[in-house]
């Protein structure tokens, strides 16, 4: 079955049907769209990395791309960001230096300029929250993992400006 709706997929495709209702229309995520300096707080230290995001696989996705300023970089993530219509929400698929045991792919709802993305890890949830400050024109990203009583854990906070 699935590879005949890959099939008919392609062939859609092929003949030019596509339709605008299949891409992902999303003026709030455009607010990402661009090149950006990030500080993260981490561990009581300071961390700088940088973060370029882009439409990608014909605007069905928003692609984050993470990486710190050291050279060769300590830490890279490559993000991909979609919605589900069928579920109403926002998917991201989160792939970094850690490898494929690490890469896990969140689910999140919009509220006003915050999307909340649960990852739901071996060890347990880490939840990374998005919030646009449209005053600024930049956004804070909050990165909270579980302690073993399931109570929420500061892990880290990114402060995105643009470059």
């Keep these: 079955m699935r590879k005949v709706v890959f099939a008919l997929a392609a062939l859609l495709v092929s003949l030019g049907v596509h339709s605008r209702e299949t891409i992902l229309d999303d003026p709030f995520l455009d607010n990402l769209v661009g090149k ?20 990608v696989l014909q605007h ?15 830490y890279e993530a490559l993000v991909l960001i979609g919605y589900d219509p069928l579920k109403e929400q926002y998917v ?18 919009r509220d006003g300029n915050t999307i909340e993305f649960k990852f739901d890890y071996p060890e347990g949830p880490f939840y990374n929250t998005f919030n646009w400050q449209p005053g600024e024109q930049g956004w804070t990203m909050n990165l909270e993992s579980t302690d073993k009583d399931g109570k929420r854990v500061f892990f880290a906070e990114d402060r995105v400006r643009r470059r």
């Design 92 to 109: 991201a698929h989160w792939m970094d230096i850690y490898g494929g045991r690490l890469s896990a792919m969140g689910h999140g709802k």
């Design 36 to 55: 950006w300096k990030v500080e993260r707080k981490i561990r009581g230290t300071l961390v700088a990395n940088t973060l370029e995001a882009k439409w």
């Design 60 to 74: 069905h996705f928003l692609q984050l791309r993470m990486k710190d300023v050291a050279n060769p970089p300590k």
